[in-house]
Nanobody, 118 residues
């Protein structure tokens, strides 16, 4: 079994910054990619990175958010700068992970709330 645990959400004012972290643990053989999605109300991709460093961002966050990955720690980060009220939502971490029993699967964390006040 693989678990993803997020941290770093909170309440901030518009223009401020937050950094989200997500650690993958469990019976991990390897990780292909990790990323973040926001649910408000649908769950849309915000940012994604492969373990090789190829990144992709939603148009709405380009230039403000930066995703990075620490392969040695199975951890992905999302640095969010110049936050806007429309960035508010529950942020879910995901990972495309190969575990010993099930092979390649997408796993999701439990989510962390980000609220940006105007």
């Amino acid at each position: 079994q693989v678990q993803l645990v997020e941290s770093g959400g909170g309440l901030v004012q518009a223009g401020e910054s937050l950094r989200l972290s997500c650690v993958a643990s469990g019976n991990i053989v390897s990780i292909n990619a990790m990323g973040w999605a926001r649910q408000a109300p649908g769950r849309d991709l915000v940012a994604r990175t492969t373990t090789g460093g190829l990144t992709d961002y939603a148009d709405s966050v380009k230039g403000r958010f930066t995703i990075s990955i620490d392969n040695g720690r199975n951890t992905v980060y999302l640095q969010m700068n110049s936050l806007k009220p429309e960035d508010t939502g529950v942020y879910y971490c995901y990972g495309n992970v190969r575990d010993y029993a099930l092979g390649w699967r997408d796993y999701w964390g439990q989510g962390t709330q980000v609220t940006v006040s105007s």
